[in-house]
């Protein structure tokens, strides 16, 4: 009997990790409102006004009022995933229907004036987060100006981060899609929304289903999307 205590000890003690995740999952899911996406021809999650967006996200203590906009980036959970077969290329052809949920990160940013500005102002409150051009937010801000022509443009983002990295729930892809989005709309929306889901797959795989209404079959290597309506929710 002992014995087999210390075994399931060990097993536990391994899955430390999968429960971890689990809970967050069962968390995220008591909260589920069939989050929607940055559709601009509906009311969204996404784009809300700051003192709503920022009581969305506990560990937010950022004065939204300093920025010109804050966007809630929700995280994603697989309803279902099925790894169908591995590409040339290294990634994997998949077929799973995504699901955004009340669980996430904040987006604050700014679009900065004057002359005397030189580059974008990052800031991350979660440690270990890169604060360079390789953050997945600073890079979306890269390919909206150039794919845009507003090259000469700068902005602040603040990131208030609650997600985890590397927890399979999407929080950097996330990121990313609110910074495409908010920097379209500061920049007065020179691209179309079907343009950012078509640029954003230059950046990753998921990114392009935070740009969706919060449900959709994906297929390839998620970037392939089939909006769906929402399975539960309101």
């Not at 003192?51 to 950022?62: E, G, P, R, W």
């Not at 449900?215 to 539960?232: D, L, N, Q, S, W």
């Amino acid at each position: 009997r002992y014995r087999r205590s210390c075994y399931i000890f060990s097993r536990l003690t391994c899955r430390q990790y999968k429960m971890a995740r689990l809970a967050i999952l069962f968390l995220a899911l008591l909260q589920v409102t069939a989050v929607a996406g940055f559709a601009p021809s509906s009311a969204t999650a996404f784009r809300v006004p700051a003192a709503t967006a920022i009581s969305a996200t506990a560990a937010d203590d950022v004065d939204g009022s300093e920025y010109d906009m804050s966007l809630f980036s929700p995280c994603k959970i697989n309803l279902f995933l099925r790894i169908i077969r591995k590409r040339p290329d290294g990634f994997h052809d998949l077929a799973s229907l995504f699901q955004t949920v009340a669980f996430g990160d904040m987006l604050h940013l700014k679009l900065l004036e004057g002359d005397d500005v030189e580059d974008d102002e990052f800031l991350c409150n979660m440690p270990g987060v890169p604060l360079d051009r390789t953050n997945l937010v600073l890079r979306a801000l890269d390919l909206v100006r150039e794919k845009t022509g507003n090259t000469d443009k700068k902005f602040k983002a603040n990131l208030v981060k609650q997600v985890p990295a590397q927890a399979g729930l999407g929080g950097g892809s996330g990121n990313a899609a609110a910074a495409m989005f908010g920097a379209n709309e500061l920049l007065g929306r020179p691209a179309s929304q079907e343009e950012l889901v078509e640029w954003s797959g230059e950046l990753g795989s998921d990114i392009t289903f935070f740009l969706s209404h919060g449900t959709a079959y994906c297929t390839g290597r998620g970037e392939i999307m089939t909006p769906v309506k929402a399975p539960f929710g309101k």
